[in-house]
């Protein structure tokens, strides 16, 4: 009986497992079908089609059919990169046609990066991106100026207002003293030459951008970010990408086209012809009774017949869309902004061509860039500004008995280049132009395998073309001559620059379930830049016996090469942790075998505090992550040369030639070099914190930096005899920038008919010299800045910020007044003290140490405004203008000269260059610009859009600096051309 219980047991369970596995072998099937592209209908090959929560599944053949076998229960997961991932339940389905929806990431969900683009939620370094909605407005012809005030760490301060004028701008401070401060700025995807290497003519490295054709900067900040750039990233990394045509849309014709009037903001306070008179009287025993008789009977105001109201235009067309498989953006573009200074202004015509088709089936996707520009320059004198200063206001502008001075007042003993020269002839009878044609344009290729669609290769060629030709002339009834005894003067420039670039790498992007996901970069870089030019300067004219005068004959032709590999790994966990590793390895020409490579690598981590548990229920929260950075990153730019660890020789001047048989031989001098010289490497460390709260109304990061340069190149001194000039540059030193960064933006009106965004940022950057030579030397006294009459004015030593002001100390009285010529005996020597550089201290610096910036965006129903406003904080200027004006210098031997009226409280008699009383405090606050506009729609029943807007540029400035500006690009003002107030109509109509 047990014997027969057990078989029947063993029976039953046969049975019941035949039963099991015939029933599953029912739900079982064979399902197949096609995955297309659901904007195209195209066949999508690679797609893969996996059953969720086993391992079993396929890919799309090239046609895009699939078979494979599920049950009824089971869930299929079709995934494709760059299309949104679908899930379907089998059921009673045989046949499952899908179409994938390409996955739009817009530009608020990504941001750039180095060799490809990344989610905001998942970078790790410090990046900031500006969007075009948050651009600055009005007549903006520089791209750089879409940009001021908008990031923290990012400080652009343009060199003046004339018209197209360049910037200077640093990220995060500055990392040298010799070589390049600039950051690397690569424009849709083509690193340009740095400013340094801009070509003559041209007055800014970025304007061949139309800034209408810009759709995204990114700032790329710390090391993290910005080591796959490796030698030319230890400033910063800014990138550009300009707007491009969108898949599957229709034809899109706007007009952009605005006019403008600008004006002098305010003039120095100086005396007219009837206060001077005055002053000459008052002071008889000073000048003398007998120069009073020099002066003239007028009131000319001076900056005021060099200045002018400078009307300026600006239009720009972009058609847009997709022609079957081609997305398309054209645009053109043309500028004409005049100068508020007279005889200066610029033509600028620009045009862009962008077409991104995909092809073989998706797999294919082209981009090709192509951007032409051509600028007229008419750069004037602005040497006329501080004439018109100093010009005694007593005499006429013209004098009709002046014809070698062709009609124009001039005092007669110019020719020893003494008196003022008239700033009316200064201005307008020169002829100061130039003609650049630049030509920028890329091909771009990325290539999906089809049987590995994880895997994609990218092409990406570019060229950088640019050629200028200018000219800098003076007739023959200019005084300002080369030397006295020469009349007029000629000169004629021209530059070729060229820049061939060749990327190629390859990108690994995959996801392995949901915790673990890897995108994978390495590549190959190839970079070659030539430069070639000619000066030729010279006199027009001379007296008999005089030889002609050539002031400068030079060529020159020179070329540079830059091979790189460079890799990038980004791999997330659980989507909390993230971890980020680069590296670059560059090889640079300008350095010897020995020092020709460099390693640049760079790590980072990033933590999604908020996707944990214990915070994933805390609604107010919607970001919380934590980011930390270290890398190393590099700056090539050392010198002017393109060979400076090579032997240079110096054609000698002429009094240092052989005569040999009655044949002057030039004579050859060798300069200094080092031929182990090599590049600066900055090691820079970063923490920071984003956050978000309320759904995203309010989002900001708070970041802390130390970053540290080592190899600084500084020119030491060398031993006299050694056959070389005295001074070296060689790497010796070291500095160190340590910084916080704070950027807030908050919604706090968000409704359908209204909305209002705000952005804050903040900035503090502390910089110091910790290392100026190989071994430390209590008596080195630094670096001096500064010559010529002005003596140094400036001082980089250990210890202290770059570039900080050197001056004496200035003696009050007991009334607050300053005692001319006296100053604090610092070096212990007694006496009076000046002009001696041991009795000077640093004195504060032109960096500030806080820099604010605010903007706003409002906006109800069609009606918008927005305003942009900056705050520099202990930013401190040496006012030349003031410290090179003093009593005994308003008459000389045959003429006067004018100075600020403020002056008059010091009662100096002579000029204090060096006087710590005219180192100010500059700190001001700025509204950049305010705009208000109203979009009209359906204009004449049309189906075409209206925006009319109105800004105003250069609002109002507060500031306790006595000077005109306090923003004054290396701290030390003397006389640079104004920044106008610009008031701004414009209208944009969309078809």
């Known amino acids: 009986m047990i014997k027969s219980f057990r078989f029947s047991k063993v029976v039953l369970a046969l049975a019941g497992l035949f039963m099991i596995t015939t029933v599953a072998m029912a739900q079982q099937m064979t399902v197949s079908g096609t995955v297309?592209?659901?904007?195209?209908?195209?066949?999508?090959?690679?797609?893969?089609?996996?059953?969720?929560?086993?391992?079993?599944?396929?890919?799309?053949?090239?046609?895009?059919?699939?078979?494979?076998?599920?049950?009824?229960?089971?869930?299929?997961?079709?995934?494709?990169?760059?299309?949104?991932?679908?899930?379907?339940?089998?059921?009673?389905?045989?046949?499952?046609?899908?179409?994938?929806?390409?996955?739009?990431?817009?530009?608020?969900?990504?941001?750039?990066?180095?060799?490809?683009?990344?989610?905001?939620?998942?970078?790790?370094?410090?990046?900031?991106?500006?969007?075009?909605?948050?651009?600055?407005?009005?007549?903006?012809?520089?791209?750089?100026?879409?940009l001021v005030g908008k990031s923290s760490g990012v400080v652009i301060t343009s060199?003046?207002?004339?018209?197209?004028?360049?910037?200077?701008?640093?990220?995060?401070?500055?990392?040298?003293?010799?070589?390049?401060?600039?950051?690397?700025?690569?424009?849709?995807?083509?690193?340009?030459?740095?400013?340094?290497?801009?070509?003559?003519?041209?007055?800014?490295?970025?304007?061949?951008?139309?800034?209408?054709?810009?759709?995204?900067?990114?700032?790329?900040?710390?090391?993290?970010?910005?080591?796959?750039?490796?030698?030319?990233?230890?400033?910063?990394?800014?990138?550009?990408?300009?707007?491009?045509?969108?898949?599957?849309?229709?034809?899109?014709?706007?007009?952009?086209?605005?006019?403008?009037?600008?004006?002098?903001?305010?003039?120095?306070?100086?005396?007219?012809?009837?206060?001077?008179?005055?002053?000459?009287?008052?002071?008889?025993?000073?000048?003398?009774?007998?120069?009073?008789?020099?002066?003239?009977?007028?009131?000319?105001?001076?900056?005021?017949?060099?200045?002018?109201?400078?009307?300026?235009?600006?239009h720009n067309v972009a058609l847009s869309g997709a022609y079957k498989m081609l997305p398309y953006r054209v645009s053109l573009g043309y500028t004409d902004q005049e100068g508020i200074l007279e005889n200066t202004d610029m033509q600028r015509f620009t045009g862009s061509v962008n077409l991104n088709p995909t092809l073989l089936n998706e797999s294919l996707k082209v981009n090709v860039n192509a951007k032409l520009m051509s600028t007229k320059h008419n750069f004037g004198d602005d040497g006329a500004i501080g004439s018109a200063i100093s010009m005694d206001p007593t005499q006429p502008v013209y004098d009709p008995g002046a014809d070698d001075f062709g009609g124009y007042y001039q005092w007669q003993n110019y020719g020893a280049n003494l008196g003022t020269p008239n700033p009316v002839e200064q201005a307008l009878a020169v002829d100061n132009t130039s003609d650049v044609i630049r030509f920028v344009g890329s091909l771009k290729l990325d290539y999906s395998l089809p049987m590995l669609p994880e895997l994609m290769a990218t092409l990406n060629v570019a060229t950088d073309y640019t050629e200028s030709d200018g000219i800098n002339n003076r007739p023959i009834t200019s005084p300002s001559t080369l030397v006295p005894g020469d009349y007029g003067k000629l000169s004629?420039?021209?530059?070729?620059?060229?820049?061939?670039?060749?990327?190629?790498?390859?990108?690994?992007?995959?996801?392995?379930?949901?915790?673990?996901?890897?995108?994978?970069?390495?590549?190959?870089?190839?970079?070659?830049?030539?430069?070639?030019?000619?000066?030729?300067?010279?006199?027009?004219?001379?007296?008999?016996?005089?030889?002609?005068?050539?002031?400068?004959?030079?060529?020159?032709?020179?070329?540079?090469?830059?091979?790189?590999?460079?890799?990038?790994?980004?791999?997330?966990?659980?989507?909390?942790?993230?971890?980020?590793?680069?590296?670059?390895?560059?090889?640079?020409?300008?350095?010897?075998?020995?020092?020709?490579?460099?390693?640049?690598?760079?790590?980072?981590?990033?933590?999604?505090?908020?996707?944990?548990?214990?915070?994933?229920?805390?609604?107010?929260?919607?970001?919380?992550?934590?980011?930390?950075?270290?890398?190393?990153?590099?700056?090539?730019?050392?010198?002017?040369?393109?060979?400076?660890?090579?032997?240079?020789?110096?054609?000698?001047?002429?009094?240092?030639?052989?005569?040999?048989?009655?044949?002057?031989?030039?004579?050859?001098r060798p300069e200094a070099y080092d031929p182990d010289i090599k590049w600066e490497e900055t090691t820079t460390q970063n923490i920071g914190i984003d956050f978000g709260f309320l759904n995203g109304r309010v989002n900001g990061s708070v970041d802390y930096y130390m970053r540290e340069t080592k190899d600084l190149l500084n020119r030491v001194v060398i031993p006299s005899g050694s056959n070389f000039s005295n001074t070296l540059l060689t790497n010796v030193g070291s500095l160190e920038n340590k910084g916080v960064e704070v950027s807030l933006d908050f919604v706090p009106i968000s409704k359908k008919d209204m909305s209002l965004n705000i952005g804050l940022n903040f900035t503090h950057n502390k910089n110091e010299i910790t290392r100026l030579l190989l071994n430390d030397d209590p008596d080195y006294i630094g670096v001096l800045i500064g010559s010529g009459m002005t003596g140094v004015t400036q001082v980089t030593r250990v210890g202290e910020p770059a570039n900080s002001f050197f001056v004496n100390k200035q003696i009050y009285d007991i009334n607050g007044n300053p005692i001319e010529g006296l100053y604090e005996d610092i070096a212990g020597k007694g006496g009076k003290i000046g002009g001696d550089n041991a009795n000077k201290y640093v004195y504060h610096n032109p960096n500030p140490d806080y820099i604010l910036g605010f903007s706003?965006?409002?906006?109800?129903?069609?009606?918008?405004?927005?305003?942009?406003?900056?705050?520099?904080?202990?930013?401190?200027?040496?006012?030349?203008?003031?410290?090179?004006?003093?009593?005994?210098?308003?008459?000389?031997?045959?003429?006067?000269?004018?100075?600020?009226?403020?002056?008059?409280?010091?009662?100096?008699?002579?000029?204090?260059?060096?006087?710590?009383?005219?180192?100010?405090?500059?700190?001001?606050?700025?509204?950049?610009?305010?705009?208000?506009?109203?979009?009209?729609?359906?204009?004449?029943?049309?189906?075409?859009?209206?925006?009319?807007?109105?800004?105003?540029?250069?609002?109002?400035?507060?500031?306790?600096?006595?000077?005109l500006d306090p923003e004054v690009d290396g701290g030390v003002d003397n006389n640079f051309y104004p920044r106008p107030r610009t008031f701004t109509l414009g209208v944009n109509l969309t078809f």
Do not use: C
Request: net charge negative.
């Open 36 to 146: 297309i592209d659901a904007d195209f209908g195209d066949p999508l090959p690679g797609v893969t089609v996996a059953i969720k929560g086993t391992t079993s599944g396929t890919i799309t053949t090239p046609d895009g059919r699939y078979t494979l076998t599920a049950n009824k229960g089971d869930v299929l997961i079709y995934s494709f990169i760059g299309f949104t991932t679908q899930e379907v339940i089998v059921g009673d389905q045989q046949t499952i046609n899908i179409q994938l929806q390409p996955d739009i990431i817009g530009m608020e969900e990504v941001v750039v990066i180095g060799y490809g683009v990344q989610k905001k939620e998942d970078k790790t370094g410090s990046v900031v991106s500006v969007s075009s909605k948050d651009f600055n407005k009005g007549n903006i012809t520089s791209a750089q100026d879409l």
């Open 159 to 314: 060199s003046g207002g004339a018209p197209g004028s360049g910037s200077t701008i640093r990220v995060r401070g500055g990392s040298s003293l010799n070589a390049s401060n600039d950051p690397l700025i690569i424009v849709d995807g083509m690193p340009i030459e740095s400013v340094a290497n801009n070509v003559s003519g041209s007055a800014n490295a970025l304007s061949f951008i139309n800034p209408n054709d810009i759709e995204t900067f990114t700032v790329l900040k710390d090391a993290s970010a910005t080591a796959i750039y490796g030698s030319r990233a230890s400033n910063g990394v800014i990138l550009i990408t300009t707007k491009k045509g969108a898949k599957g849309s229709d034809l899109k014709i706007s007009y952009s086209g605005n006019v403008s009037i600008s004006s002098p903001t305010d003039y120095i306070d100086v005396y007219s012809g009837d206060q001077m008179r005055k002053i000459a009287l008052d002071h008889e025993g000073l000048f003398g009774a007998v120069n009073y008789n020099t002066l003239g009977t007028a009131n000319t105001d001076w900056q005021k017949e060099i200045f002018r109201n400078a009307i300026s235009h600006d």
């Open 492 to 668: 004629d420039y021209g530059d070729t620059n060229k820049n061939n670039l060749l990327d190629f790498y390859l990108n690994y992007n995959k996801e392995f379930n949901d915790n673990h996901r890897m995108d994978a970069t390495a590549g190959y870089s190839w970079q070659h830049f030539e430069r070639e030019g000619s000066n030729y300067t010279r006199s027009i004219e001379s007296l008999p016996d005089h030889p002609l005068e050539v002031d400068n004959d030079t060529e020159f032709k020179t070329e540079n090469y830059l091979v790189s590999f460079f890799g990038r790994l980004n791999y997330a966990l659980k989507n909390r942790y993230l971890l980020t590793g680069t590296f670059r390895y560059d090889g640079s020409s300008r350095f010897s075998e020995d020092n020709r490579w460099g390693f640049f690598p760079s790590a980072a981590f990033g933590w999604k505090i908020h996707e944990e548990a214990f915070l994933r229920d805390v609604d107010v929260l919607s970001n919380l992550k934590l980011r930390l950075g270290w890398g190393i990153t590099g700056q090539q730019d050392v010198t002017d040369s393109n060979y400076p660890y090579q032997a240079q020789y110096t054609k000698a001047n002429e009094g240092y030639y052989y005569i040999i048989n009655g044949n002057y031989i030039p004579t050859l």
């Open 856 to 963: 706003a965006r409002f906006n109800y129903k069609q009606f918008d405004m927005s305003t942009s406003l900056r705050a520099n904080i202990d930013n401190y200027v040496l006012n030349q203008v003031a410290s090179g004006s003093s009593y005994d210098q308003m008459q000389q031997i045959g003429y006067w000269k004018n100075m600020p009226t403020h002056l008059s409280g010091t009662n100096f008699v002579k000029r204090q260059f060096t006087s710590d009383h005219f180192v100010e405090n500059a700190s001001f606050l700025k509204m950049d610009n305010i705009s208000a506009g109203y979009l009209f729609d359906k204009v004449g029943g049309q189906d075409v859009s209206a925006r009319v807007s109105f800004t105003v540029q250069n609002v109002f400035t507060v500031t306790e600096y006595s000077g």
